[in-house]
């Protein structure tokens, strides 16, 4: 009965069948340690060559020109908050009034394009929304502006926080959206007061990851906030932000700016990992206790 | 009492000829499972438990719903090792050789004890790379791998319904054409014992009865081992029969084995004839 | 009870009750509210493909097509084609794409199938930080520690005894197409990983037992059954990544060299879409300059929105594909 799986060549190839898995599945755990192996080595080095430079100075006094000591990023601090702001401050009521209705009426046909809409927005390189803002606030006001650089971050956090929302607008179980509107609440109330603080902290945390990328982000930057040697709040003059201010240092022919570059990526870094590990943490959190 | 015996004696002409056509004594046993305690994690699911599987007979493993047949069933082929946080002690073996000895081959295992699920679960790929899937692994190929993948075609009755469709999907079958033909794909790897999981509980009467048939068919060459909560199937179709139950920790527990006859006609205990004349379960 | 709420009811009449009423109609007005930024959002996108059309217009009136097949981009004097950074962000993406793949499809396989739960976490994880890593401070630590420490010596072997081909004629520069494309199968390892992840998850159980039970290896039932069952959605994934490679702009900025250099040497320095973009959009001193920059910005902005939507469509597939229900 045995007859034919059993070969000559039988035992060889059974070795062989067996060597071949524990081979690869070694590649795989192999592959695994490969991925973290960048990343352990880009936290630690920007740590141990930023930390060198840092001090409270770094973090409140302005730029010095080439070759002067000291100085620090405190416009690039500001800079980013504010920038941040305006986005947050767009992006953040328009993406969730618009997960709103797309959970609400996904099928209608302006549900369906606006899905289809965030999707592709949400695969718009940064660079290009760079180019939109450009066209839409920097030519007509002729001038380079923070306002600018704030709407391309907003169109580039937009589509993350409507898919955040979104994704937490479903889970809030439909009994409790019905026990509020059988009371006689009205829809708008029922939204904003029962489901959004059902939905609150996915929502956050689908914030903060949103707020982690675009803080982060300096293509968009180059030719509409345009980064500002100065101090300036202004919303209609150039601002500087946290990685404009890395990139300018970064590729500058100067060591001593080329050391301040890195503390600035570790003030960055700083920034956006922790959002990314506090959000991704609460996240986790909040599932396991949903399993109970 | 009366209503009982009725019961029972329904159940009885519905096995093979009014005597048992085979005789215990002469039967070598395939599998033995010996003091048999398994577990999940704290919980025990199975607890002492001591059955035999002989050659090339049809055993069969009956009880209420989550009383750990199934949990037994996959002991005989180390399908339980999948499950995190289970742990077997006791013995089980097979031509005397304890499976889950130091250093078996749990791969080898698998080929000599093949199973045979609840659903069917044919892979997305062609009805010939379905059978041929186990035999590719060993090697065989060419003239070779055809003549293995139609022999088992046959062997599981499903020959003549798929030879002119050989390479479309195995997912365009009907149910019970997908059954066989999971039952096929485990024969081309030449196994000496098949397991069942409740394979006729997905299909149709008639998908059913052809299934069985085929069983019996099997049971001429190979080792057969049904789990089922169906009573007349297994009246049907088995000849030997364990019956298992749980008690209060739902831990479950042999209550009686012997053969089909024996089990049906005269068991021995309580529990044994309630769960048969359908007081419950 | 029912008292309370009639009094209640009474007070909403006269004035009050139109006010109360009124705002009930807030409803109406909460609707209107939510088509209409929904349709905002509609706009935008729109609106962003349409404003790089409009202010395009001139190079795509004067090369036409042929924008997209010269080879010459001379500001001075205002010849422009997108040819090279066409051509150096296909290689560099696709490159990356080639050396990401089998890495994030061993990190999805260990971490779906053979890592245990507490690990599968923890590495799951720290892959997924790998992309919260702004693209600009990987351009710096590959500026100044992966390139000189990593790509510089790769490169170097690679001339020694691969030099005689063209891909990998010398001489060796430290910023390179190599690099870039290096560096961005790194960041793309975190996207591929995480798609094909989910795709290994959504493949029924029973797959996996069928192979198994069969005397099947680990690793055969993987490579022979679960891979080819999520083909497509892996597929869905890889696109995904290369939409991404494609936009990145800082770290290959940082990392490529920015140079014109038409010579196919991997080994080169080399420039693509978004790099050029990035360099010379604040120079660009006339019109034809700028518009031929936002030509190239539109030609990105197609080519990403295609791939997403081919991805998308593929990752769905998968997750539909339902083994046939059993009929009778």
Not at chain 1, 53 to 60: A, G, K, N, P
Not at chain 2, 90 to 104: A, E, F, K, M, S
Request: proline share 5%; hydrophobic share 50%.
């Amino acid at each position: 009965m045995s007859g034919s799986t059993r070969r000559p060549s039988g035992r060889a190839r059974y070795t062989w069948r067996k060597l071949t898995n524990a081979g690869m599945l070694s590649l795989t755990g192999l592959a695994a340690f490969l991925a973290v192996v960048p990343l352990v080595w880009i936290v630690v080095y920007v740590a141990s060559q930023g930390a060198r430079f840092l001090s409270v100075d770094f973090f409140t006094k302005l730029p010095t020109p080439v070759g002067v000591p000291g100085g620090g990023i405190a416009n690039a601090l500001a800079g980013t908050a504010i920038l941040v702001g305006i986005a947050g401050a767009v992006s953040i009521p328009i993406g969730v009034l618009t997960a709103f209705y797309v959970t609400d009426k996904p099928s209608t046909p302006l549900g369906l394009a606006v899905r289809f809409g965030t999707d592709v927005l949400s695969g718009v390189p940064s660079i290009v929304v760079g180019i939109f803002a450009y066209t839409v606030v920097v030519l007509p006001m002729k001038r380079f502006s923070a306002l600018s650089g704030g709407l391309a971050l907003a169109v580039i956090m937009l589509p993350t926080v409507i898919r955040a929302t979104e994704e937490m607008l479903r889970l809030v179980p439909n009994d409790l959206r019905e026990a509020s509107l059988a009371l006689g609440a009205p829809e708008w109330k029922t939204s904003l007061a029962v489901m959004l603080p059902a939905a609150l902290n996915g929502v956050i945390t689908g914030v903060m990851l949103g707020v982690a990328r675009v803080a982060g982000e300096t293509a968009p930057l180059l030719f509409t906030s345009f980064g500002n040697p100065f101090w300036s709040t202004r919303l209609d003059q150039p601002m500087a932000a946290l990685p404009h201010t890395l990139f300018t240092y970064a590729i500058s022919p100067y060591k001593d700016w080329h050391a301040k570059a890195w503390a600035t990526a570790l003030v960055l870094m700083a920034l956006v990992l922790s959002l990314n590990i506090v959000a991704r943490a609460w996240t986790m959190l909040r599932q396991a206790r949903l399993r109970g | 009492m009366i209503g009982q015996a009725i019961h029972l004696g329904g159940l009885a002409s519905a096995l093979r000829g009014p005597e048992q056509s085979f005789d215990p004594a002469d039967d070598s046993v395939k599998m033995r499972v010996a003091d048999l305690n398994v577990y999940y994690r704290s919980f025990r699911a199975l607890a002492d438990l001591s059955v035999e599987v002989p050659e090339r007979r049809i055993t069969a493993f009956i009880g209420p719903s989550g009383c750990g047949k199934s949990t037994l069933l996959r002991t005989l082929n180390r399908m339980n090792d999948l499950v995190p946080g289970s742990r077997v002690e006791g013995r089980v073996t097979l031509d005397g050789g304890d499976i889950y000895g130091p250093g078996v081959d749990v791969v080898d295992v698998r080929r000599r004890v093949g199973m045979v699920f609840q659903r069917p679960n044919a892979f997305p790929k062609s009805t010939f790379d379905n059978v041929a899937y186990g035999p590719r692994l060993y090697g065989v190929r060419g003239r070779e791998l055809e003549a293995l993948v139609e022999g088992s075609l046959r062997r599981a009755a499903l020959w003549d319904e798929v030879k002119d469709k050989l390479h479309r999907s195995a997912l365009a079958l009907s149910g019970g054409q997908q059954q066989r033909l999971c039952i096929a794909r485990a024969l081309a790897v030449e196994p000496e014992v098949i397991l069942m999981d409740e394979p006729c509980s997905a299909l149709d009467p008639i998908a059913t009865l052809k299934i069985e048939d085929l069983m019996r068919q099997l049971a001429q060459d190979y080792t057969i081992v049904i789990v089922t909560h169906n009573m007349q199937q297994a009246a049907r179709v088995s000849d030997y029969t364990a019956f298992l139950m749980v008690d209060e920790e739902r831990t479950g527990r042999l209550i009686e084995y012997g053969t089909t006859q024996q089990i049906y006609t005269t068991p021995r205990d309580r529990r044994t004839e309630d769960y048969i004349t359908g007081r419950f379960g | 009870m029912a008292v309370t709420i009639q009094a209640h009811r009474l007070v909403r009449s006269g004035w009050a009750g139109a006010l109360a009423r009124r705002m009930e109609h807030g409803d109406i007005l909460f609707r209107w509210l939510l088509v209409a930024v929904a349709g905002g959002v509609l706009l935008l996108v729109a609106a962003v493909g349409y404003e790089l059309w409009i202010n395009s217009a001139l190079p795509r009136a004067q090369f036409g097509v042929g924008f997209l097949s010269t080879t010459t981009w001379d500001p001075v004097v205002r010849e422009f084609g997108a040819l090279p950074f066409i051509l150096g962000t296909l290689i560099t993406s696709l490159l990356a794409l080639v050396l990401a793949i089998p890495v994030s499809l061993g990190i999805a396989i260990f971490l779906s199938e053979l890592a245990p739960p507490w690990l599968s976490t923890l590495l799951g994880f720290l892959v997924e930080l790998l992309a919260a890593v702004p693209s600009v401070v990987y351009g710096l630590w590959g500026l100044f520690v992966f390139v000189p420490i990593v790509v510089r010596p790769v490169a170097e072997a690679l001339n020694q005894t691969l030099g005689f081909t063209a891909l990998f004629a010398g001489p060796v520069f430290g910023p390179s197409r190599l690099a870039a494309s290096l560096i961005l199968a790194i960041m793309i390892l975190p996207t591929i990983s995480a798609v094909s992840r989910d795709v290994f998850r959504a493949v029924p159980n029973s797959q996996r037992e069928a192979a198994l039970a069969l005397g099947a290896t680990e690793w055969e039932m993987i490579s022979q059954v679960l891979v080819p069952y999520g083909l497509s959605g892996i597929l869905g994934a890889v696109i995904l990544g290369l939409g991404r490679a494609l936009g990145e702009t800082m770290a290959v900025t940082m990392v490529i060299g920015n140079n014109l250099d038409l010579t196919p040497s991997l080994l080169h320095p080399g420039y693509t879409m978004a790099s050029i973009i990035a360099n010379e959009f604040t120079e660009a001193t006339y019109d034809l300059y700028l518009q031929s920059l936002i030509e190239i910005g539109l030609v990105l902005f197609v080519g990403t929105l295609l791939l997403n939507l081919i991805a998308r469509f593929l990752v769905w597939q998968v997750a539909r594909r339902v083994p046939q229900e059993v009929r009778a």
